[in-house]
């Protein structure tokens, strides 16, 4: 009975890193790839090889498939947990609806209109770049403001450029603004004990000679 509980839990590490590896190698996430392809060899040698070594039952074979299928389960949940990378949605409305787009901007959303002609009239179309992590919040926004639009989504591999890539890289040098400043501060901090340290010495010096 240990040695099968042993076998499902291996497997629910080491089907999750799989999974988790395969998504990011599909999204061209590098760093990431690398990271959950080293967890999922070190749990694979020091774990599933001396489980799965010699002959086995018809019962761990089971329980080993069992297991691998909750494992890929499970990393599908992480991953989306995860919420790694962007998407993009696609939201076609009847009629221009300015506040929603006005209201997906205040809330940082890059939003892109351009209008068609569909079977039944004029269209809008709102082209949406977001991180998959905020989809949820804006979905429910859109519902709020459009309960009827037809919403298409998909993850892009590459962007380059608009509204997002901007944001992106502001943020980036505001917090590497607030990095530097932080270090000048830390900086400003050592110089002052420095000093400090350095007259009460001069004050000790003087005190003791004066005796």
Same mark, same amino acid.
């Given at each position: 009975?240990?040695?099968?509980?042993?076998?499902?839990?291996?497997?629910?590490?080491?089907?999750?890193? !799989? #999974? %988790?590896?395969?998504?990011?190698?599909? +999204?061209?996430?590098?760093?990431? *790839?690398? =990271?959950?392809?080293?967890? /999922?060899?070190?749990?694979?040698?020091?774990?599933?090889?001396?489980?799965?070594?010699?002959?086995?039952?018809?019962?761990?074979?089971?329980?080993?498939?069992?297991?691998?299928?909750?494992? !890929? #389960? %499970?990393?599908?949940?992480?991953?989306? +947990?995860?919420?790694?990378?962007? *998407?993009? =949605?696609?939201?076609?409305? /009847?009629?221009?609806?300015?506040?929603?787009?006005?209201?997906?901007?205040?809330?940082?959303?890059?939003?892109?209109?351009?209008?068609?002609?569909?079977?039944?009239?004029?269209?809008?179309? !709102?082209?949406?770049l977001t991180k998959r992590k905020c989809e949820k919040r804006l979905l429910r926004i859109i519902d709020e403001?459009?309960?009827?639009?037809?919403?298409?989504?998909?993850?892009?591999?590459?962007?380059?450029?608009?509204?997002?890539?901007?944001?992106?890289?502001?943020?980036?040098?505001?917090?590497?603004?607030?990095?530097?400043?932080?270090?000048?501060?830390?900086?400003?901090?050592?110089?002052?004990?420095?000093?400090?340290?350095?007259?009460?010495?001069?004050?000790?010096?003087?005190?003791?000679?004066?005796?």
């Open positions: 009975m240990t040695r099968l509980f042993l076998i499902i839990f291996i497997q629910l590490l080491y089907v999750p890193m !799989l #999974t %988790l590896r395969t998504i990011c190698m599909v +999204k061209n996430l590098k760093v990431l *790839t690398g =990271i959950f392809g080293f967890m /999922e060899a070190l749990i694979y040698i020091f774990g599933l090889a001396i489980v799965l070594s010699g002959d086995q039952s018809i019962l761990e074979m089971v329980v080993y498939a069992i297991g691998f299928a909750v494992g !890929l #389960t %499970l990393g599908i949940y992480i991953e989306q +947990k995860l919420a790694i990378g962007f *998407t993009s =949605i696609q939201v076609n409305i /009847e009629q221009e609806n300015a506040t929603l787009i006005e209201v997906l901007r205040k809330e940082g959303f890059g939003v892109t209109a351009y209008y068609g002609q569909g079977k039944y009239g004029k269209r809008t179309n !709102l082209d949406i403001y459009e309960p009827r639009a037809f919403i298409m989504s998909f993850e892009p591999k590459m962007f380059r450029g608009g509204y997002l890539t901007e944001m992106m890289n502001m943020r980036l040098k505001m917090k590497m603004h607030k990095k530097s400043r932080e270090q000048e501060e830390l900086k400003s901090v050592i110089e002052k004990t420095v000093e400090e340290i350095k007259t009460e010495t001069e004050t000790l010096k003087n005190d003791w000679f004066e005796d």
